[in-house]
């Protein structure tokens, strides 16, 4: 009885089963963009852009085909997959265009590059020096 | 100056791929006046301080002190849970799933990780993994014996399917020995996991020794 008391507890079934990531009730992210693109979805649906089903169907389209490309999909994916639909739906509202997104993210990793480290990256640094 | 041309390879800062492809998204959608960054902030705020399973353990401990409270939640969830100050997003369209000695409730998402937020916050790590999302629904008794739960042979496993439209909250048993218990104390015993039907309330054997 009390084995299953501290089981239970914070440290649910994760070292029982290890196929299950583990998981105690620590922080919802596992880093800063994953709260970023988690709150950009939320914040996108609340102004009508697209429905919660239609979220729904993306996020599983995505789920399932990184699925079939071999991602064991054990949760710690889940943001990625949170991404890729974003992407997929903004393109689809006509929000961003597929290729507008390529190339900001071009343009992110040229003004990364021209940081030196430790300063905060800004976009267009690399073409103002 | 040429940006990296002289530089040597670890004076300068790099984002990761992800990091790079969610600073695309954000600095694009503000932009456009999509999203606003300091709504972000806020939203954030809410999902990693405020909202979580503590929430969901008052709804519990209430139902457990009060009948009329519990018939009020099973029959009509979502605004019973909005009576205790509950809601927003995701948890729109409640349904409670009493535990009984005859039935134990199990919810998963199968198709992504729908999860009511209101109550329990952001799905734990497991409950979007693709091991759980299949294997409960062929072999909850598997699961739950993973999660150290063992149920009565006769104790029928329902496994509830969340959808985008409709979202699950079990009310798990309340423990023997918890007689007289007021509601804070109670709530403290309620774990996330009982409330997901992967795990049972049971008394900590610390309290149970205090008695």
């Known amino acids: ?129 | 100056m040429g940006a990296g041309d002289h530089d040597h390879p670890h004076e300068h800062s790099e984002l990761s791929e992800l990091e790079l492809r969610v600073r695309a998204l954000e600095s694009l959608l503000t932009e456009k006046g999509y999203v606003d960054p300091a709504a972000l902030d806020e939203i954030i705020d809410t999902y990693e301080n405020r909202v979580g399973p503590r929430n969901g353990a008052r709804v519990v401990a209430r139902a457990w002190s009060n009948e009329e409270y519990k018939a009020w939640l099973l029959k009509d969830a979502t605004a019973a849970i909005a009576d205790l100050g509950y809601t927003g997003r995701q948890g729109e369209d409640m349904q409670v799933l009493e535990n009984t000695p005859a039935v134990h409730n199990m919810v998963v998402c199968t198709l992504c990780s729908c999860y009511p937020w209101p109550v329990l916050g952001l799905p734990p790590v497991w409950y979007k993994s693709a091991p759980y999302r299949s294997r409960v629904v062929i072999d909850p008794r598997g699961v739950l014996a993973d999660f150290g739960v063992t149920l009565p042979d006769d104790t029928e496993i329902r496994v509830w399917d969340s959808t985008s439209e409709m979202r699950y909250l079990v009310l798990p048993m309340r423990p023997e020995g918890t007689e007289g218990w007021n509601e804070d104390r109670l709530a403290d015993i309620v774990t996330r996991d009982s409330m997901i039907g992967t795990g049972i309330v049971s008394v900590p054997a610390a309290a149970a020794a205090a008695e």
Do not use: C
């Open chain 1, 1 to 129: 009885m009390n084995a299953r008391v501290r089981s239970d507890a914070n440290d649910p079934g994760a070292h029982l089963l290890p196929e299950l990531p583990r998981d105690a009730e620590g922080p919802v992210f596992d880093a800063p963009w994953q709260a970023q693109v988690f709150a950009m979805a939320v914040k996108l649906h609340e102004q009508g852009h697209f429905t919660w089903a239609e979220w729904a169907t993306h996020l599983g389209a995505e789920i399932k085909s990184a699925q079939e490309s071999g991602d064991p999909d054990r949760g710690d994916t889940y943001y990625d997959h949170w991404l890729r639909a974003l992407e997929t739906l903004v393109a689809e509202k006509n929000l961003i265009g597929s290729a507008e997104l390529t190339d900001r993210r071009d343009a992110w990793d040229r003004a990364a590059r021209a940081t030196p480290h430790g300063e905060p990256i800004v976009l267009g640094r690399e073409q103002n020096p």
